[in-house]
């Protein structure tokens, strides 16, 4: 257990639909990491934050929006949804941007229909 | 863009070490070589990192080159449990807010 929790670990839902993906860092982490692994990408960093600010920026759609709230948590939010946003979708946290190790969350699994 | 280059796949027997190459041929000066690992479908996982000497840990060990253009991850006794995507990654010392993952290399451990 890392100790970063991802919420929900599964979600089926259509193709222009909205879905909210949620994660809690592991106690006393500032930064948080998004990132999509889908079969034919890999892992793809999506975006950083830290202390509630953006720190950097990866391959993250228009579509796509994340923030991070006051109590630390991150949401990533996914609009107008497509066949190929379908895709694991992990949160991972670290103690500062830059830290040695990032611990990552279990993953959130999205199909889109 | 990763600024490694690892082999898609590997085999080993289990009980046996387990060596991993990876070529970071651009590697700069204040760059770390690390590694993760990812066991199907769960998030990656650290292993271990070095700059420029060797390093060992309770999981593996790192050997960098001289002119640290390649490393190798070394598996001492590799167990089935050790099946996994490892990853092979250069970041900035301690200063890089993100870890740029590539393709890994595809470790299959046979009993």
């Known amino acids: 257990d890392s100790g970063v929790t991802q919420t929900p670990k599964h979600l089926i839902t259509a193709t222009g639909q909205r879905v909210t993906l949620r994660c809690s860092p592991r106690?006393?982490?500032?930064?948080v990491y998004w990132y999509q692994q889908s079969l034919d990408q890999g892992l793809q960093f999506l975006i950083q934050?830290?202390?509630?600010?953006?720190?950097a920026k990866g391959n993250i759609l228009e579509r796509f929006s994340a923030q991070q709230f006051p109590d630390l948590h991150s949401e990533l939010n996914l609009s107008s949804l497509e066949l190929g946003d379908s895709a694991l979708y992990f949160c991972?946290?670290?103690?500062?941007?830059?830290?040695?190790?990032?611990?990552f969350g279990e993953g959130s699994r999205l199909t889109v229909l | 863009d990763a600024k490694t280059t690892q082999p898609p796949s590997m085999d080993c027997a289990e009980g046996r070490a387990a060596n991993l190459p990876c070529n970071h041929s651009?590697?700069?000066?204040?760059?770390?070589v690390y590694w993760y690992r990812q066991i199907h479908s769960q998030g990656p996982q650290y292993i271990i990192h070095?700059?420029?000497n060797n390093e060992t840990n309770e999981m593996a060990s790192l050997i960098i080159t001289e002119d640290r253009k390649s490393s190798t991850l070394i598996l001492p006794h590799a167990t089935l449990r050790d099946t996994a995507v490892y990853y092979c990654i250069v970041r900035v010392g301690h200063k890089d807010d993100k870890i740029i993952f590539g393709k890994g290399t595809r470790l299959h451990i046979l009993p």
């Open positions: 651009t590697i700069s000066g204040n760059e770390y």
């Open positions: 106690s006393g982490d500032l930064s």
């Open positions: 991972a946290s670290s103690v500062a941007p830059g830290a040695r190790e990032l611990f």
């Open positions: 934050y830290y202390n509630g600010e953006e720190r």
């Open positions: 070095g700059l420029k």
